[in-house]
């Protein structure tokens, strides 16, 4: 029987000046339960959270492909290592968006975390328009074919599934709707990684997790925590999550 540990995951995306590391004092008691706790700041914060947080781990949003070089404004995976970092997250939907990620450069980028000695948090995650046509799994296996490189293990890599309708919006998909696209995920990954890798991947919903639907999300199976955007960002609302993961 494989044990995956919780992870109750926090995405502050670029929000957090000094002052908001503070939050992270409020959720240490809540971090030292059974589920592991990981905030991902903004970069500026990332040395100062890896310093002061107590049996919390902190993670960056994004890093190049590249250990180093001529990238203006870019930050390479050893430098978030080297800052205290112990995680990732790459692929968010934002990133691609915003940023034109495509499959490719998620997959380049978790080469480089991996090789950084960081742990990935791989997003993934369809349209409101690819839902409505039908094609959530079909993007869901597409994005996951793509994305993740070779070598993964049950340490190195998380998934978080996060529709982009949900994120930020309010709306949740229902129980029904995030346990098939866990339970596709989780078949994928065995077929691709053998049944040992592929049962200790931890896969986290992702997409306006609050602390009056986390406990009926985390009921779900296949669902091992939960990547909180808006949530995360104060103790007060991010305690209850953790603890219902607990
Ligand atoms: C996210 O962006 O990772 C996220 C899940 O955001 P929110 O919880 O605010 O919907």
């Known amino acids: ?3 995956r540990r919780k992870l109750a995951a926090g995405n502050w995306k670029m929000n957090g000046l000094k002052a908001a590391l ?3 004092d409020g959720m240490e ?3 030292q339960g059974a589920s592991e706790v990981l905030i991902c ?7 100062a959270a890896a310093q002061t947080a107590k049996g919390i781990a902190i993670g960056g949003q994004d890093c190049h492909a590249n250990a180093s070089g001529a990238h203006t404004g870019d930050i390479s995976a050893p430098m978030l290592a080297d800052a205290g970092a112990t995680y990732v997250i790459l692929g968010h939907s934002e990133r691609r968006t915003d940023h034109d990620e495509h499959d490719e450069h998620v997959r ?14 791989l997003c993934v995650g369809e349209s409101l328009a690819e839902r409505e046509a039908q094609n ?18 049950g340490h190195n890599l998380v998934i978080a599934y996060e529709p982009i309708w949900a994120i930020g919006t309010g709306k949740v998909p229902t129980t029904d709707q995030i346990g098939e696209v866990h339970d596709f995920m989780r ?10 890798v592929g049962r200790s991947v931890r896969l986290l919903y992702g997409g306006s ?16 925590g939960a990547l909180v955007g808006g949530a995360s960002l104060k103790a007060a609302d991010f305690v209850p999550i953790i603890e219902a993961l607990n």
């Open 108 to 121: 380049a980028k978790c080469k480089s975390a991996w090789q950084a000695g960081l742990n990935v948090v």
């Open 41 to 47: 700041p903004p970069a500026t914060l990332v040395a």
């Open 209 to 224: 997790v609050k602390p009056g639907n986390a406990t009926e999300i985390f009921a779900v199976s296949n669902v091992d």
């Open 22 to 24: 503070s939050e992270l």
């Open 187 to 196: 078949a994928r990954l065995e077929k691709r990684f053998g049944e040992g």
């Open 1 to 3: 029987e494989i044990m």
């Open 136 to 153: 959530t799994l079909d993007i869901i296996g597409g994005q996951l074919a793509g994305s993740v490189p070779d070598g993964a293990t």
């Open 29 to 31: 008691a809540a971090a």
